[in-house]
Protein backbone atom coordinates (compact mmCIF):
# COMPACT_ATOMS: atom_id res chain seq x y z
CA UNK A 1 0.00 0.00 0.00
CA UNK A 2 1.75 3.15 -1.12
CA UNK A 3 -0.45 5.69 1.52
CA UNK A 4 2.00 5.09 4.72
CA UNK A 5 5.00 5.96 2.08
CA UNK A 6 3.39 9.36 1.49
CA UNK A 7 2.96 9.53 5.51
CA UNK A 8 6.74 10.16 5.87
CA UNK A 9 7.14 12.36 3.20
CA UNK A 10 6.90 16.07 5.35
CA UNK A 11 3.47 17.08 5.28
CA UNK A 12 2.57 20.73 4.61
CA UNK A 13 1.18 22.67 7.07
CA UNK A 14 -1.25 24.57 5.06
CA UNK A 15 -3.27 22.12 3.75
CA UNK A 16 -6.55 21.04 5.62
CA UNK A 17 -5.42 17.44 5.78
CA UNK A 18 -2.72 17.97 8.55
CA UNK A 19 -3.00 19.14 11.71
CA UNK A 20 -0.51 19.59 14.15
CA UNK A 21 -0.02 18.19 17.34
CA UNK A 22 2.14 20.39 19.40
CA UNK A 23 -0.89 21.42 21.28
CA UNK A 24 -1.53 17.86 22.15
CA UNK A 25 1.62 17.13 23.59
CA UNK A 26 3.49 13.68 24.54
CA UNK A 27 2.18 13.03 27.76
CA UNK A 28 -0.09 9.76 27.31
CA UNK A 29 -3.92 10.52 27.95
CA UNK A 30 -4.02 14.28 26.33
CA UNK A 31 -6.75 14.77 23.64
CA UNK A 32 -8.03 17.40 21.48
CA UNK A 33 -10.92 17.04 19.23
CA UNK A 34 -11.42 18.91 15.98
CA UNK A 35 -14.08 19.72 13.72
CA UNK A 36 -13.10 21.00 9.75
CA UNK A 37 -14.16 20.74 6.48
CA UNK A 38 -11.89 19.42 3.66
CA UNK A 39 -12.38 19.51 -0.10
CA UNK A 40 -12.19 16.14 -1.73
CA UNK A 41 -9.02 15.24 -4.39
CA UNK A 42 -9.67 14.39 -7.58
CA UNK A 43 -10.17 9.98 -7.90
CA UNK A 44 -11.62 9.68 -4.38
CA UNK A 45 -14.09 6.77 -5.33
CA UNK A 46 -14.36 3.97 -7.22
CA UNK A 47 -15.26 3.65 -11.17
CA UNK A 48 -18.68 3.61 -10.65
CA UNK A 49 -19.27 5.94 -7.61
CA UNK A 50 -17.19 8.75 -5.31
CA UNK A 51 -16.84 11.97 -4.15
CA UNK A 52 -17.05 14.46 -7.03
CA UNK A 53 -13.64 16.51 -6.89
CA UNK A 54 -13.65 19.32 -4.62
CA UNK A 55 -16.95 18.07 -2.82
CA UNK A 56 -16.62 19.18 0.60
CA UNK A 57 -16.02 16.17 3.14
CA UNK A 58 -16.95 16.88 6.96
CA UNK A 59 -14.23 15.69 9.37
CA UNK A 60 -15.07 14.98 13.21
CA UNK A 61 -11.86 13.84 14.71
CA UNK A 62 -10.13 13.07 18.11
CA UNK A 63 -6.66 13.33 18.38
CA UNK A 64 -5.19 11.18 21.69
CA UNK A 65 -1.52 10.69 22.94
CA UNK A 66 -0.27 7.39 23.34
CA UNK A 67 2.85 6.61 24.46
CA UNK A 68 3.87 5.05 20.66
CA UNK A 69 2.03 7.96 18.76
CA UNK A 70 -1.49 9.80 18.08
CA UNK A 71 -4.19 7.81 17.82
CA UNK A 72 -6.75 9.56 15.62
CA UNK A 73 -10.23 8.38 15.36
CA UNK A 74 -13.48 9.71 14.25
CA UNK A 75 -15.91 9.98 11.48
CA UNK A 76 -15.92 11.53 7.71
CA UNK A 77 -18.92 12.80 5.80
CA UNK A 78 -19.72 13.59 2.73
CA UNK A 79 -22.01 13.45 -0.66
CA UNK A 80 -21.51 10.78 -3.32
CA UNK A 81 -22.35 10.84 -7.02
CA UNK A 82 -22.35 7.71 -9.20
CA UNK A 83 -24.45 5.72 -11.30
CA UNK A 84 -26.40 2.37 -11.03
CA UNK A 85 -24.63 -0.72 -11.62
CA UNK A 86 -27.86 -2.23 -13.52
CA UNK A 87 -30.02 0.70 -14.98
CA UNK A 88 -26.91 3.08 -15.53
CA UNK A 89 -28.99 5.51 -14.03
CA UNK A 90 -27.42 8.43 -12.30
CA UNK A 91 -27.35 7.95 -8.37
CA UNK A 92 -26.46 10.56 -5.36
CA UNK A 93 -25.72 9.40 -1.96
CA UNK A 94 -23.90 10.10 1.09
CA UNK A 95 -21.45 8.23 3.42
CA UNK A 96 -20.42 8.51 6.58
CA UNK A 97 -17.23 6.75 7.54
CA UNK A 98 -15.29 5.50 11.06
CA UNK A 99 -11.87 6.25 11.33
CA UNK A 100 -9.47 4.79 13.66
CA UNK A 101 -5.32 4.90 13.10
CA UNK A 102 -2.19 5.16 15.24
CA UNK A 103 -0.05 7.77 13.83
CA UNK A 104 3.77 6.28 15.69
CA UNK A 105 5.95 8.90 16.80
CA UNK A 106 9.52 9.17 15.12
CA UNK A 107 11.42 8.12 18.04
CA UNK A 108 9.25 5.06 19.50
CA UNK A 109 9.34 1.37 19.31
CA UNK A 110 6.44 1.19 16.86
CA UNK A 111 8.14 3.73 14.37
CA UNK A 112 11.26 1.60 14.98
CA UNK A 113 10.07 -1.92 14.50
CA UNK A 114 7.60 -1.34 11.60
CA UNK A 115 8.37 -0.87 7.60
CA UNK A 116 7.23 2.25 6.25
CA UNK A 117 4.18 0.79 4.67
CA UNK A 118 2.82 -0.48 7.62
CA UNK A 119 2.09 2.38 10.11
CA UNK A 120 1.79 5.79 9.96
CA UNK A 121 4.16 8.42 11.53
CA UNK A 122 4.30 11.99 13.08
CA UNK A 123 6.56 14.27 10.68
CA UNK A 124 7.45 17.58 12.48
CA UNK A 125 4.65 17.02 15.32
CA UNK A 126 2.17 16.98 11.89
CA UNK A 127 0.06 14.33 11.05
CA UNK A 128 -1.63 14.22 7.41
CA UNK A 129 -5.26 12.63 7.83
CA UNK A 130 -5.53 12.71 4.35
CA UNK A 131 -4.58 8.47 3.14
CA UNK A 132 -6.88 7.84 6.30
CA UNK A 133 -9.75 9.59 5.02
CA UNK A 134 -8.99 7.82 1.71
CA UNK A 135 -8.71 4.39 2.47
CA UNK A 136 -11.69 4.32 4.91
CA UNK A 137 -14.34 6.14 1.85
CA UNK A 138 -12.94 3.44 -0.61
CA UNK A 139 -13.73 0.58 1.77
CA UNK A 140 -17.20 1.98 2.79
CA UNK A 141 -18.27 2.35 -0.70
CA UNK A 142 -20.05 -0.42 -2.63
CA UNK A 143 -19.21 -2.03 -5.47
CA UNK A 144 -22.42 -2.23 -7.47
CA UNK A 145 -24.46 0.65 -5.98
CA UNK A 146 -27.94 0.27 -7.22
CA UNK A 147 -30.92 3.56 -7.77
CA UNK A 148 -33.31 1.16 -5.15
CA UNK A 149 -32.60 -2.02 -4.21
CA UNK A 150 -35.16 -3.61 -6.65
CA UNK A 151 -34.01 -2.36 -9.74
CA UNK A 152 -34.96 -4.54 -12.63
CA UNK A 153 -32.02 -2.93 -14.56
CA UNK A 154 -32.54 -2.83 -18.84
CA UNK A 155 -34.49 -4.71 -21.33
CA UNK A 156 -31.90 -6.95 -22.85
CA UNK A 157 -33.55 -6.65 -25.86
CA UNK A 158 -34.27 -2.80 -26.48
CA UNK A 159 -32.05 -1.46 -23.78
CA UNK A 160 -35.18 0.48 -22.09
CA UNK A 161 -35.10 1.25 -18.42
CA UNK A 162 -37.70 -1.17 -16.99
CA UNK A 163 -38.83 0.69 -14.47
CA UNK A 164 -39.90 3.43 -17.24
CA UNK A 165 -41.19 0.86 -19.53
CA UNK A 166 -44.67 -0.37 -19.65
CA UNK A 167 -45.61 -3.49 -17.33
CA UNK A 168 -46.65 -5.55 -20.47
CA UNK A 169 -43.61 -4.41 -21.98
CA UNK A 170 -41.99 -7.22 -24.01
CA UNK A 171 -41.01 -8.59 -27.66
CA UNK A 172 -42.06 -11.56 -29.71
CA UNK A 173 -39.89 -14.12 -29.68
CA UNK A 174 -39.56 -16.26 -33.08
CA UNK A 175 -38.52 -19.54 -33.13
CA UNK A 176 -35.35 -19.98 -34.79
CA UNK A 177 -36.38 -23.32 -36.87
CA UNK A 178 -39.53 -20.81 -38.49
CA UNK A 179 -36.58 -18.43 -38.68
CA UNK A 180 -35.36 -19.11 -42.28
CA UNK A 181 -39.05 -18.67 -43.30
CA UNK A 182 -39.67 -15.70 -42.29
CA UNK A 183 -40.43 -13.40 -45.25
CA UNK A 184 -40.45 -16.04 -48.09
CA UNK A 185 -44.09 -16.84 -49.62
CA UNK A 186 -46.45 -20.03 -48.67
CA UNK A 187 -48.11 -20.49 -51.86
CA UNK A 188 -47.91 -19.41 -55.45
CA UNK A 189 -51.25 -17.28 -54.79
CA UNK A 190 -49.12 -15.55 -51.93
CA UNK A 191 -46.42 -15.02 -54.55
CA UNK A 192 -47.90 -13.49 -57.47
CA UNK A 193 -47.05 -16.44 -59.33
CA UNK A 194 -49.42 -17.38 -61.86
CA UNK A 195 -51.43 -20.21 -61.20
CA UNK A 196 -52.20 -23.52 -63.46
CA UNK A 197 -55.63 -22.17 -64.57
CA UNK A 198 -54.08 -18.64 -65.63
CA UNK A 199 -51.48 -19.87 -67.24
CA UNK A 200 -53.97 -22.14 -69.30
CA UNK A 201 -55.90 -18.96 -70.70
Not at 50 to 58: R, V
Not at 94 to 110: M, Q
Not at 143 to 160: F, I, K, N, Q, S
Request: glycine content about 8%; overall charge negative.
Amino acid sequence: MARHQQSTTHPSAKSPWVISTRELGRRPGNMRTYQRTVHAPAGLGLEVIGIPEGEPIELDLRLESASEGVFVSGTAHADVEGECARCLEPLSDEVTVALGELFAYPDSATEATTDVDEVSRVVDDLIDTEAMVRDAVLLALPLAPLCTEDCRGLCPDCGGRWADLAAEHGHETLDPRWAALQGRPTSAADSGAPTGAEERR
